[in-house]
């Protein structure tokens, strides 16, 4: 079994930061890629960033300048830090983990509980 557990969300004030974690555990041979998306109500689940196991980093258009994503590879653990924080940025957040088990031939998709965060005043 592969778990990816998350952390960090909560209620922010718009132009707040919030640092999201999300660890792997589990029988883990391999993290090719982790990241985060994002699902608010009525929406579709949508990426809002994603780095590879050598440091590659891709963000939405939506959260860039105002997001940054950082891995700890020894630790199996990705972190989200978002600045700027706006209403918009409100949504659940799921990581992400493109990971081979020890026991397996080809990488899967695991997805972790999700945390919320909400932006208001």
């Known amino acids: 079994q592969v778990q990816l557990v998350e952390s960090g969300g909560g209620l922010v004030q718009p132009g707040g930061s919030l640092r999201l974690s999300c660890v792997a555990s589990?029988?883990?041979?391999?993290?090719?890629?982790m990241g985060w998306y994002r699902q608010a109500p009525g929406k579709q689940r949508e990426l809002v960033a994603t780095?590879?196991?050598?440091?590659?980093?891709t963000y939405a258009d939506s959260v860039k300048g105002r997001s940054t994503i950082s891995g700890d590879n020894a630790k199996n653990t990705v972190y989200l830090q978002m600045n700027s924080l706006k209403p918009e940025d409100t949504a659940v957040y799921y990581c992400?983990?493109?990971?081979?088990?020890?026991?397996?031939?080809?990488?899967?998709?695991?997805w972790g509980q999700g945390t919320q965060v909400t932006v208001s005043s």
């Open positions: 992400y983990g493109v990971i081979l088990h020890i026991s397996a031939t080809r990488v899967a998709n695991y």
């Open positions: 589990g029988n883990i041979a391999r993290i090719y890629v």
């Open positions: 780095i590879t196991e050598g440091g590659s980093a």
